[in-house]
């Protein structure tokens, strides 16, 4: 167990050190949202936001917009301490490690090295220098993951707090579902999960239902997805190594062959997710059979597939932002963790720090050779990214082995 005490200083003193330093300098296409939304909310609550045509996130951030409103009181300092809103996901960044390292938890038996995340710049430009949320939701889906095994109750709440941020993680529903197919051996337990589920959904959306706003709010939550029709929104991933015209301009319903872009990006996403899925099927479907107990080579084999399916999701999907590639820093970190293998952490790292500065280059003074910042090049670093993954995980999860582990104690048991 990690000496605790040292654990909270340093984790505490590091976040509080950034709080006072935090960057006024901040993505201003974003921030003129925020800002527009936090003025809306002041003025007309926030139950009403979605009457803003521009509003188009799930709830959860907008009861944050609506508490930054309380904590400054008036227009004037909503405006000018918007910047100070950075705090929120810079506090989700190191969220995961205020639960894992600051607390005593059976979670993770591993030494964390949790600086090597937390001043990890990659980690936090995101949030501290953006000021964007994809920290928020991701913290939400990481817990709820690594909590699966062990506290489906938990993991079931975390879950919804993350859908109700964004609704990115909907690609994680295989993978915690196979991890609570595990960890859930009774009906009383899907019961309480569903029932926790539910509650914290109810919360959220109530406000709405009874100032008579549901309808606008069913309407955002419903169409998650088309509102940016491009086949890349500033993500430079497999679209940019293709020799074709501009992603950032081309529409994701033109057809090639005999597909869409849009159609050809969910065809390579599902049939290589559903690939990745497959050895941890077969192990949940072994374990359940056999009674086998969860190891901390399963929970390796969680982190990596989490941040495997990320990657999918961001390398061929069009309509990508360059931040939804933003969970894979904390997957693949704590992959580290378990397998004592960096590699795949630095080499991830790499081009989502790359491809966030280029989209923000007044932040860093530093020179943007385009050797190292052009787009394609980093698209290759990203597909260098996701093939070294790839043979990451089926080197050590192969879909054979499994399945016929999986059959020889269908026979045993027979």
Partial sequence: ????????????MLFL??????????????????????????????????????????????????????????????????????????FFDFLPLM??????????NREIPYMYLLLNLAYLFNSYVWGQVDS?????????LIF??????????????????????????PVIGLAWLYSVRDVKTWVKMVGVFAATWFAMVLPYLITGNGGELWYILSTPVGRYPQVSIGAFNMWYVLPMADPYHTPDFAKFLFLTYKQWGLLLFFALSGLALLPMLFR???????????????KQMLML????????????????????????????????????????YILASIPYFLSLDKLFPDFLPVIHYKIIWAMRVIAIWFTLTILYATWEYFRQYKIGAEYRLLKASMTKGN
């Fill in 148 to 173: 699966a095994f062990n506290r489906p109750v938990w993991s079931s709440f975390l879950f919804a707090m993350a859908l109700a941020m964004k609704p990115q993680p909907i690609v994680y529903i």
């Fill in 136 to 144: 928020i939701y991701t913290a939400f889906s990481f817990m709820a």
């Fill in 305 to 344: 597939l989490s941040g495997l399916v990320t990657l999918y999701f961001f390398y061929f999907n069009t309509q990508m932002h360059e931040r939804y590639a933003h969970p894979i820093m904390i997957f693949f970190f704590f992959y580290a963790v378990y397998s004592k293998n960096y590699k795949l």
């Fill in 99 to 108: 639960v894992l390292c600051c607390f005593r938890q059976t979670i993770v």
């Fill in 17 to 90: 050190l950034l709080v006072m330093i935090v960057p006024r300098l901040s993505m201003r296409f974003d921030f003129e949202y925020w800002t527009d939304w936090a003025l809306y909310i002041h003025r007309h609550g926030v139950t009403n936001i979605y009457d803003n045509p521009t509003a188009n996130y799930h709830p959860m951030y907008f009861y944050i917009l609506w508490i930054y409103d309380l904590l400054q009181g008036s227009e004037h300092y909503i405006r000018e301490n918007i910047y100070y809103l950075k705090i929120f996901p810079l």
């Fill in 284 to 298: 949940v479907w072994r374990y359940n059979r056999t009674g086998v107990s969860i190891t901390d080579d399963d």
């Fill in 1 to 12: 167990m990690q000496d605790l005490k040292k654990s909270r200083i340093e984790i505490g």
